[in-house]
C-alpha cells in the first residue's frame, strides 16, 4: 500500500482497496475524540489552509473542525471575492498556492473550474484535498459516506446501491469510482439530460464498476440497501456562486425520496444517505424515520476528514 504521508487526495479513481480499508480503520481510532467532543495534540505543530472559491458548510466546516480536534490550527478564506484570487486582479492558482505553500502544511480546496485542485497540487510544494472542483470530484465526502455506510451496515461488499440525481454531479463521479473497489452493483437513476456520459461509463465499466441504468427510483427501490442521493434540482456548478431564482424547478417524482414511499416499497433496513443540502427531492418527513442516515454523515464528516489529515500530515501510519 502506497504511504498517505505527503499524499494529495485529489481523487478516488486511483484508490485501491486497501488504501480505503486503512483510511476507515484510522477513523475508527479517531472516532472517539470527535464523538466525546474532546480535543488531541496530534497535529499540534500543523496549519490547515482552506482556499475555497465555491460556497460550502458542511466541506469547510467539516475540515476545519478535524484539524482542531487534532489540536492543529486553520487559516485560509472561504470566499475568493475578498481576496486577490477573485478581485481585480484574479491571481491565478499557481501563483495563490505558490503564497499558501507558507502559511501553512496542507491545502484544502474547493472551486468551480473542474481540474482547479490538480493544478494546484502540480505548484504546491505540500499536500492539496479536493474539496469539489466544479462537475469533477469529491473524494472526502464520498469516503465520508462509504465510512457510514460501513459503520451502518458493516459491510461494503454484497450490498445493492441505488444512486439518485444528476449523475453529472461531483459525488456520483467519485462514488462510481469508489464502488469498482467492491463488490457491489449500483443501480443509476437520473433525468436524460442529467445521465452519465458515454464516455464515463465506459471509464467505470473498464474498472470494474457495477452498474444498470434505471429509469425511476420506483423501479428498484425495494431491491436496495442504499439510497445515495443528490438533487436534480441543481445550480451550475461550473460558477463560484449561483443565486437562487424565484422559481428553481421541482423535483419529479421519479427521482424523489418520501417517508411514504420508503414505508411502502423500501427494505426494512435500507438507508437513505445524501451530502446536502437538498431541496425537494428528500422530503423532511424522512428525517424522523427509521432510514434517514445523513445526519450521521454529518458526524462522520469530520471523523473522516481528521483521518485523511492525520495520515497526510504524517501522525498516523
Do not use: C
Not at 43 to 71: C, N
Not at 115 to 138: L, T, Y
Request: proline share 4%; net charge negative.
Amino acid at each position: 500500500m502506497r504511504s498517505f504521508a505527503g499524499r494529495d487526495i485529489l481523487s478516488l479513481k486511483g484508490f485501491e482497496r486497501n488504501e480505503f480499508e486503512r483510511v476507515f480503520e484510522v477513523a475508527d481510532e479517531l472516532a472517539p475524540f470527535a464523538r466525546n467532543r474532546q480535543n488531541t495534540d496530534l497535529l499540534a505543530e500543523k496549519i490547515l489552509v482552506t482556499a475555497f472559491y465555491q460556497p460550502s458548510t458542511r466541506t469547510r466546516l467539516a475540515h476545519e473542525a478535524a484539524m482542531l480536534r487534532l489540536g492543529g490550527k486553520v487559516t485560509g478564506f472561504a470566499d475568493a471575492k475578498m481576496t486577490r484570487a477573485g478581485d481585480f486582479y484574479q491571481e491565478s492558482i499557481k501563483d495563490t498556492v505558490h503564497m499558501l505553500e507558507y502559511y501553512g502544511d496542507v491545502i484544502v480546496m474547493r472551486h468551480f473550474q473542474q481540474g482547479a485542485p490538480h493544478e494546484a497540487a502540480r505548484w504546491a510544494s505540500i499536500p492539496v484535498i479536493n474539496a469539489g472542483d466544479g462537475w469533477g470530484e469529491h473524494p472526502t465526502q464520498v469516503l465520508t459516506d462509504l465510512y457510514t455506510i460501513l459503520e451502518e451496515k458493516g459491510t461494503l461488499d454484497g450490498l445493492d446501491f441505488l444512486l439518485v440525481g444528476d449523475m453529472r454531479m461531483r459525488t456520483m463521479h467519485s462514488m462510481l469510482y469508489a464502488l469498482s473497489q467492491f463488490d457491489v452493483k449500483a443501480y443509476v437513476v437520473s433525468p436524460p439530460e442529467m445521465a452519465l456520459t458515454e464516455e464515463f461509463k465506459k471509464e467505470i465499466t473498464e474498472m470494474g464498476t457495477q452498474f444498470e441504468v434505471v429509469n425511476s427510483v420506483h423501479d428498484v427501490i425495494g431491491d436496495v440497501d442504499v439510497i445515495y442521493m443528490e438533487p436534480v434540482v441543481q445550480p451550475d456548478y461550473t460558477k463560484a456562486r449561483q443565486e437562487a431564482t424565484a422559481d428553481k424547478g421541482l423535483t419529479p417524482p421519479e427521482y424523489k425520496i418520501t417517508k411514504e414511499i420508503l414505508l411502502k416499497k423500501a427494505r426494512q433496513d435500507a438507508i437513505v444517505l445524501h451530502s446536502l443540502p437538498r431541496q425537494d427531492e428528500l422530503t423532511v418527513d424522512v428525517d424522523d424515520t427509521r432510514f434517514a442516515r445523513y445526519w450521521v454523515e454529518a458526524f462522520n464528516g469530520v471523523v473522516m476528514r481528521m483521518a485523511l489529515l492525520a495520515l497526510i500530515l504524517g501522525a498516523m501510519e
